[in-house]
């Protein structure tokens, strides 16, 4: 068991899967063992054995908090949406400050265009962990579709604060100032995710339209270029 550990945390999988399955021929319940070959599973995209993993680990230890989280993810990753929402809710009802159960409970809600739901499942991830910048971000999407641009643009900048290296994060605060009207402050996020991904083709585009908006033609048509350059059939350019 303790190789596997080790093999794992060197992300070998194979071998690390290889020890768990010797160490249970030894002992058939053994929890640990389940859970970290099921850990090792989804790490390779394994999700179906992995899930057969996770019951197994859970069906011998059902108060684990993190098995049913892992089992939400490697249901969610399945496509499994309605099985993996069921995970994390038990996920959170044994562990009220798993920040990372909240989050993905949010992630799903967004998906589903529940956005009251979302920015609660966001909120309480952020309450759990105060530096969960990708909960920040997306209780600002959330806030977003409802029409709350400044919650949005606060939310937006919190992430920042805490991770400034996000491209998508000030490119999604780029959209936000721009329909609040402020056109100088969106084409500086624009152009700070563009610095942290030039090949970002949409930040090229947003930054094309809101030079369009403040009339500068000549700019907006150059990062229009860019964008058709980058993704030749980008049709929004």
Known sequence: YNSGVGQYQNKKYQAAIADFTKSLELRADFEPAYFNRAACKSEEGNFAEAIKDFDKAISLVADKPESWYLRGQAKYKSSDIEGATADFNET??????HAQAHYYKGVIQFEVKDYTAAIEDFTNAVNADKRHAYAYNDRGSAKRQMGDIDGAINDYKKALMIDN????THNNLGSVLRKSGNLKGAIMSYSEAISLDSKYVIAYNNRGSAYFDSGEY??????FNKAIELKADYAFA
């Open 92 to 97: 959170t009802k044994l562990d009220p400050s």
């Open 218 to 223: 000549d700019q907006a048509i150059k990062d």
């Open 165 to 168: 290296k996000m491209s998508f």
